[in-house]
């Protein structure tokens, strides 16, 4: 009777690690589109990432480097205060992006340009991304905001 239920419970645990095992390798895939990492311009220029990674840029727009096209390609700059890395992309900007605000970009670094397929900018006057500010902070640049 005991061999009976050891086995069971044997058993048991092993199925629930199976569908441990089987569902965090379900999660991962599920998320690996998802993850993107951020760096400042600086790191990218020190270190090109490889042009089919995806990841996120944030920093500053650099002053007198927005270029709106005939079409909805805009050209502009992100700095982070060492270094500035051009962006270009193509789609609608949000409302409050200007030069000399902070934005956060997802897309592929490719021939020395920044490929964006997403721009977000600042929401109010105050926020910034943790990210940007950390990244601004280390170069020297970063102002508090007046209160």
Do not use: C, W
């Not at 042009?51 to 992100?78: D, K």
């Not at 020395?112 to 943790?130: C, N, Q, R, W």
Request: proline letters at 5%; aromatic letters at 8%.
């Amino acid at each position: 009777m005991k061999s009976l239920k050891k086995q069971r419970r044997i058993q048991i645990i092993a199925v629930a690690v199976v569908a441990l095992t089987l569902s965090t390798v379900l999660i991962g895939y599920a998320l690996r589109d998802g993850i993107n990492f951020f760096r400042a311009p600086s790191q990218i220029v020190a270190e090109p990432p490889a042009e089919t990674e995806v990841f996120r840029i944030g920093g500053l727009v650099e002053e007198g480097s927005l270029v709106r096209g005939e079409s909805e390609t805009v050209r502009f700059s992100v700095t982070d205060g060492g270094a500035s890395v051009p962006v270009t992309f193509t789609g609608v900007l949000p409302d409050l992006f200007e030069e000399n605000q902070g934005m956060v970009g997802t897309g592929r670094y490719i021939n020395g340009v920044f490929e964006a397929t997403e721009i977000l900018a600042k929401h109010d006057e105050t926020y910034m991304p943790s990210e940007v500010v950390d990244a601004l902070k280390a170069q020297g640049v970063y102002q508090e905001p007046d209160s």
